[in-house]
């Protein structure tokens, strides 16, 4: 099974209540592909319930790379939450291991 960690590479952190996660393209192709079917929608679609506010996508197109910023992602952030540390640092990896098709 393909995965998007076969495309891409990937990034994450976190401030408050709020993670990033930046994926980077493996090359132009992959930036292409995943620039076209990667949407916020399907990033918090993947998180579900993770996820409670919104996603935004950033285009940064002159590294070929995409950052999301998940909104109410971290249950309060790191003083707040019951979540293992290191809270939005493993997001990354997470949405690397995405199906893909």
Not at 19 to 40: C, D, F, H, M, W
Not at 52 to 74: C, P, Q, S, T, W
Not at 84 to 98: E, F, N, R, V
Request: hydrophobic letters at 40%; a neutral charge.
């Amino acid at each position: 099974m393909k995965r998007l960690y076969d495309l891409a590479f990937g990034r994450s952190g976190d401030k408050g209540n709020i993670a990033n996660i930046s994926v980077i393209a493996r090359s132009p192709e992959a930036y292409q592909e995943i620039k076209g079917k990667l949407t916020a929608e399907r990033v918090k679609a993947y998180f579900g319930e993770l996820v409670k506010g919104d996603v935004v996508r950033y285009e940064l197109d002159n590294i070929e790379a995409l950052n999301f910023v998940l909104h109410g992602a971290l249950d309060g952030g790191g003083t707040r939450s019951t979540r293992i540390d290191p809270l939005g640092k493993s997001l990354a990896g997470a949405l690397l291991y995405m199906p893909w098709e």
